[in-house]
């Protein structure tokens, strides 16, 4: 049975621009390797079809430059490949030279394609195939090839402005023939919600209370008394985290109006800023400190 057919391959925004990076800044010509997951997408089953082709994603999320997993003849050297590394394929980047896969890449990447002890498991098995269905593929082998090349024709190697293309295909073991594939560049949405639904802020603001009340000079007796101590402590937590802002501020981003307080949101966003720049003034002050007590001693 042949690989199971890519519908697209999506890479993040900062990954592509680490890679583009790397190549810039590198004296000549890199290649490595490329990781990251495949998914299942959404399929609809039309009138006129008894059966879907399962539609795939590949989702690139890390690359790691490594010149030396293949030997010259383009043949992979399994021992210089992690066999957990949820391995998508490879990419070559090339200064001036037309974008198009060479002769040595088509024999790297039909090596690397063959090793099936580097498949990748499939994500999100597809709701609309029975798993024990033989349209139900359960792994993906690392067949994914990224292009990267400078214009051929670039006479000014010296310019500030560069520029670079690529173009991202998908070796079939099959008919042993590489197929263009788009390529989303991704920086936030579905694709990479996963990398943001799991994301835990360092510095959290403390659980204050927010509620939509009168001031505590308006209650009397003990309530009042009890309402100044909690609003003086929730002032103190506050500090800890932004310089300058009174917890009163806090009530108008709770409720309906909290639509119409933008500048009250930005300047809690000012005020942390000055927070952190102050603590970052402090720690390099320390710094200096006890490099000259060291230094004394």
Known sequence: MDDPPLQRIAISGPTLASLIQRFSTSPSA??????GHVTHLPTTLSDDSSSTVPTLLATITGFLCSPSFHDSSGAVLPSALH???SLLGWFSARRRSALRPSMREFSVT???????????SIDNSNPNLNSNSREQPSLF????????ASPPFDNAPSSHVHTHEY???????GPQLFEPRSLDVVNIGPAFRGHYGAFSPNSRLPALDCGLRGSPMDEGGDDR?????????????LDGCV????????SRMVGSDARSYTEGLEELYKKMLVKIQNLTSLVDESSAMVLEQVTTY
């Open 141 to 148: 082998p690392p067949c994914v090839f990224l292009l990267l």
């Open 243 to 250: 310089e300058g802002f009174e917890v009163g501020k806090l």
């Open 225 to 237: 008394l009890a309402g100044m101590k909690q609003a003086a402590n929730d002032q103190r937590e």
């Open 30 to 35: 890199i290649h490595g390797l490329l990781f």
């Open 110 to 120: 039909s090596s690397l394609s063959s090793l099936s002890q580097f498949s990748t």
């Open 83 to 85: 066999p957990h590394s």
């Open 167 to 173: 173009r991202a295909f998908q070796f079939r073991t």
